[in-house]
């Protein structure tokens, strides 16, 4: 079975940085990966995209400009750089793989157990 194993995340002040980087199996890695996020009571959301096969990207207007997310095919790595943290992206932070590039958690068939991101104010 695909297995997605997350890493990076922590406690940090409102305006820092964290790197979260997920490793995938090698049959695991997908045309698309990604990452979500789920805060306390709130459903799950898209943060980022990346198409592994063309390198384009897709952001959520939320972390737009703040957020970077790459992949190193020779690893089956996937990287999310998020800076100027806020509090509210306060949430556990999920790696997904799918067929089909886009926001929505419907589109990808694998997940990872997260990692959980703590922005104070």
């Known amino acids: 079975q695909g297995q997605l194993v997350e890493s990076g995340g922590g406690s940090v002040q409102a305006g820092g940085s964290l790197r979260l980087s997920c490793v995938a199996s090698?049959?695991?890695?997908?045309?698309?990966m990604g990452w979500f996020r789920q805060a306390p009571g709130k459903e799950r959301e898209g943060v980022a995209v990346i198409s592994t096969a063309g390198g384009s990207t897709w952001y959520a207007d939320y972390v737009r400009g703040r957020f970077i997310i790459s992949a190193d095919h020779g690893k089956n790595t996937v990287t999310l750089q998020m800076n100027s943290l806020k509090p509210e992206d306060t949430a556990f932070y999920y790696c997904?793989?799918?067929?089909?590039?886009?926001?929505?958690?419907?589109?990808?068939?694998?997940w990872g157990q997260g990692t959980q991101v703590a922005v104070s104010s």
């Open positions: 090698r049959d695991t890695y997908s045309r698309c």
């Open positions: 997904t793989a799918g067929s089909r590039c886009n926001l929505s958690p419907r589109s990808y068939y694998t």
